[in-house]
């Protein structure tokens, strides 16, 4: 046999044994990438109990019964809730923009505002609202086809930017409107009263807190922090208790150790932003006792 045939037939082996080689590898490497596992499942678990733990709990209490008269309760509900028509997109638009006007849950009436939590990030406000659905016995309420609530339903609904009116009307195509009586036989108003000494204790901690991101005068920050006064105020707060205000403080300042002051110097910094808010201060303090601060409307 020629030399320049034995070189052929050489090459020619070469590059068959090249392609069976590659063959092989593309056929190995599509078989790894057919047993990769798909993209992980959002862990909503320990970020949904952290997330309620520190903003939800003050209001609906760790075992999601609420407070009667004042705060509805989560247990035995929003799962009813979730499982209408929309009603995974209205709980969503719930927490991110708050809700406002009358609501009735399990015959009881809670007359009050529910701030918005837009301030959460998107897997926050999922993972919360997923314990939330989970706990308590709610998961025996939920549907056969239930999946959580993503981060990414979260981030569609932003954009909205509805109202907490608006969430109110969504509320009434999901939930038949259905008399109810005053949830627990609500305790009868009181007066509200904080003291000037008090408003001025919590200037101080407004100041040494909360000033940087809320501006000088409550409503000229330089951090995008909301205002605290004038028709913002008014429009989250004015309808609700004292209660509501005082446990959204507590609950979210200051920012980088929300709940971390004491419950007196919480409600001290509550009667601050009520006196610059054109309620007048009286002679007895605010009391950190969230039952007393209930029965405290915020209406003029």
């Known amino acids: 046999m020629g030399l320049r045939k034995l070189a052929q037939r050489l090459a020619a082996s070469v590059m068959a044994a090249l ?15 057919s047993q990769t596992p798909p993209q992980a499942e959002f862990q909503w ?26 705060f509805p309760p989560l247990a035995g509900h929003v799962a009813e809730s979730f499982a209408q028509q929309k009603g995974r997109d209205y709980l969503v638009r719930l927490v991110l923009f708050g809700l406002e006007g009358p609501i009735v849950v399990k015959g009881n009436t809670f007359e009050g505002t529910m701030p918005p939590w837009a301030q ?27 999946t959580p609530i993503l ?8 954009a909205q930017r509805l109202t907490a009116t608006e969430v109110q009307a969504l509320r009434r195509e999901i939930v038949p409107a259905t008399p109810g009586s005053v949830a627990g036989a609500a305790p009868a108003q009181t007066a509200l009263t904080f003291t000037a000494e008090q408003a001025g204790r919590g200037e101080a901690t407004y100041q040494h807190n909360c000033q940087d991101c809320h501006g000088t005068t409550l ?3 330089e951090f995008g922090g909301a205002p605290l006064k004038g028709s913002y105020f008014r429009q989250h707060w004015a309808n609700g208790s004292v209660a509501a205000l005082y446990s959204k403080t507590r609950a979210t300042m200051p920012p980088d150790r929300p709940g ?8 001290d910094l509550t ?30």
């Open 19 to 33: 392609a069976t080689a590659a063959f092989f590898s593309a056929a190995s490497t599509q078989r790894v990438e």
């Open 45 to 70: 678990q320990d970020l949904g109990a952290r997330a309620f733990d520190a903003s939800c709990s003050v209001c609906h209490q760790p075992n999601g019964l609420g407070v009667p008269g004042a």
């Open 120 to 146: 959460l990030s998107d897997g926050e406000i999922a993972a919360a609202l997923d314990h939330v659905l989970t706990a308590w016995g709610n998961d025996k309420l939920l549907p056969r086809d239930f």
């Open 151 to 158: 981060p990414s339903d979260v981030a569609a609904a932003r």
């Open 219 to 221: 409503d000229n920050g």
């Open 260 to 267: 971390q002051l004491s419950d007196q110097t919480y409600v």
């Open 271 to 300: 009667a601050f932003l009520l006196s610059q808010n054109g309620y007048a201060a009286g002679d007895k303090e605010l009391p950190p006792d969230l039952e007393a601060q209930q029965t405290m409307s915020l209406k003029k």
